[in-house]
């Protein structure tokens, strides 16, 4: 990489999928330098008529605007798949069948094909963009969203397409530096369950179901939509300042009032650095105290 040049400048990606999942993932690549030609379905991409936030849509959809920015639109078949280092693709093997995408791992020089679809690769369905509460759905994660004693609610917008197309650029990114790797299978159900993974431990070790959550989901912090004084909030993260403006219980406020004793003098001097495999560890002259 030359002095200025972007980490992918050189990388050429063929992007032929639509919806969310794929073209985010192309999206990302772009932003690292990575020349992403986009080859959209006949009738072109979904998202250029997908509504957010319900608002009525004049012109091209900003859902498709955010995800396809720094790409080049192509027509189809102006790209040969052989002069690009990746491709990204939404459909399943059956629909590949007889098309120029070619994933042999006798081929040396065959593009990466990193496959975003919501049941994965072997499925029997390409699925679509609005496949999204389907998959949601099908990983579980859909069962503990909601109130108690209410129906389960689907996470909003398009989460399970935005973490397959966030795997599905950081895979690209170590098949491309794996000698002989050939096709990447990126599953939207399969990317929604890692967050479930504490629901499904519970279930396998403790044979039990977790209730829906509610508004108030169970972390280390209070989260969710929560009261404050002028209506309700959805804190990314939480500082004492936060903690006293939200109308938490009791026990909430008493733990909040307790940081204000925490003693938090570390120092590190060189015969307490531990040096790891995986980096530094750093052990604190004492311990944190809560007094």
Not at 200 to 215: N, Q, V, Y
Not at 275 to 283: A, D, F, N, R, S
Request: with cysteine; proline share 9%.
């Amino acid at each position: 990489m030359g002095e200025g040049e972007a980490p992918l400048h050189g990388v050429r990606v063929l992007e032929l999928a639509s919806g969310v999942a794929g073209p985010y993932a192309g999206r990302l690549l772009a932003m690292l330098g990575a020349t992403v030609f986009k080859v959209e379905p006949a009738g072109g991409d979904p998202a250029r008529v997908k509504l957010v936030d319900d608002e009525p849509l004049v012109g091209t959809s900003p859902l498709y605007l955010h995800l396809n920015a720094g790409k080049l639109n192509v027509s189809a078949g102006s790209i040969d798949p052989a002069t690009c280092d990746a491709v990204i693709d939404d459909r399943v093997r059956a629909a590949l069948a007889g098309t120029d995408i070619d994933i042999d791992p006798t081929r040396p020089d065959a593009p990466l094909l990193v496959s975003v679809t919501p049941f994965g690769f072997e499925a029997d369905d390409d699925g679509g963009i609005e496949h999204e509460v389907l998959a949601q759905a099908r990983s579980g994660i859909i069962g503990v969203q909601g109130d108690p004693g209410r129906e389960p609610l689907r996470l909003p917008g398009w989460q399970a397409q935005y973490q397959a197309g966030a795997t599905a650029a950081v895979a690209a990114l170590a098949g491309l530096r794996m000698p002989g790797a050939r096709h990447v299978d990126i599953s939207w159900t399969a990317c929604l369950m890692t967050g479930a993974e504490l629901h499904f431990a519970d279930g396998l070790t403790a044979a039990r179901r977790w209730p829906p959550t509610g508004p108030f989901p169970i972390t280390a912090f209070p989260g969710g939509a929560l009261p404050c004084n002028d209506g309700f909030v959805v804190p990314g993260s939480f500082r004492i300042q936060m903690l006293r403006a939200i109308k938490l219980d009791n026990e909430f406020v008493r733990e909040a009032n307790k940081i204000d004793h925490v003693r938090t003098d570390w120092r590190l001097p060189p015969k307490t650095r531990t040096i790891h495999p995986m980096g530094t560890k750093l052990v604190p002259d004492h311990a944190l105290s809560v007094g």
